[in-house]
């Protein structure tokens, strides 16, 4: 079956400190990648999509994923993480629909001061 | 500069009763898509309509479970008959333009409708 695998679920962190939260997919053929973040009382925010070409994506933010199809991952990076940070971030699947998404759980974030 | 709206935010209802979920997408959208999130899960797809017309109801339950979305007006997730299982939060999101024809485009979300049946 189809699914999209976040590894951690509570990830908490100090700022400046460097973030990396994994997902993985396993669908097979050409999929289309993201990761939203949702803030606190707020909608979800896209915050970096790959669909090809180079599989290293820059966001908003600061943030970065880097897309390993031989490892069916598309982990999220941020070389140094701030208080504002400091939310639930979702990675995304989409087996080429161009429009279902099909998100993992969630990893909750906590950057403290 | 408007999101996109869903009403209620919080929706409870008895087994056996009807939930009309609503969504309307930010302005000069015209494509919608609706996601459950079930307890202790990710985000769902169930719909992607267009106005007046639904593309894929592919993730949606086969039964008591619709979607419309009018020439006008908000787009409504309606459940007949709910159950417990219908539990969840109900999430609409909205783009400009097909997402078949524009990688570029972004699916917007609105806050979701959380739904308890009792």
């Known amino acids: 079956a189809q699914s999209v695998s976040q590894h951690n679920h509570h990830v908490i962190l100090s700022e400046a400190a460097s973030l990396e939260l994994g997902c993985n997919y396993s669908?097979?053929?050409?999929?289309?990648l993201f990761w939203y973040v949702q803030y606190p009382g707020q909608h979800l925010q896209l915050l970096l999509k790959y669909f090809s070409g180079d599989p290293l994506v820059k966001g908003i933010k600061g943030f970065e994923a880097e897309f390993i199809k031989s490892k069916f991952s598309f982990n999220l990076r941020k070389p140094s993480v701030q208080w504002s940070d400091t939310a639930e971030y979702f990675c995304a699947v989409d087996s080429n629909s161009g429009y279902a998404l099909n998100f993992g759980k969630g990893t909750s974030l906590l950057v403290t001061p | 500069n408007a999101g996109v709206m869903q009403n209620p935010r919080h929706l409870v209802r008895r087994r056996g009763q009807e939930a009309r979920l609503r969504c309307s997408p930010m302005k000069g959208h015209s494509h919608v898509y609706w996601y459950r999130q079930l307890p202790e899960e990710g985000l769902k797809f169930m719909v992607y309509?267009?106005?007046?017309?639904?593309?894929?109801e592919s993730g949606m339950p086969k039964e008591r479970f619709s979607a419309e979305f009018p020439k006008e007006g908000p787009s409504i997730l309606r459940i007949q008959q709910v159950v417990r299982g219908d539990s969840a939060a109900y999430f609409c999101?909205?783009?400009?333009?097909?997402?078949?024809?524009?990688?570029?485009?972004?699916?917007?979300f609105g806050p979701g409708t959380r739904l308890t049946v009792l």
């Open positions: 669908y097979g053929g050409t999929v289309n």
């Open positions: 309509l267009q106005k007046e017309n639904i593309i894929d």
């Open positions: 999101a909205s783009s400009q333009n097909s997402f078949l024809v524009s990688f570029t485009d972004t699916q917007y």
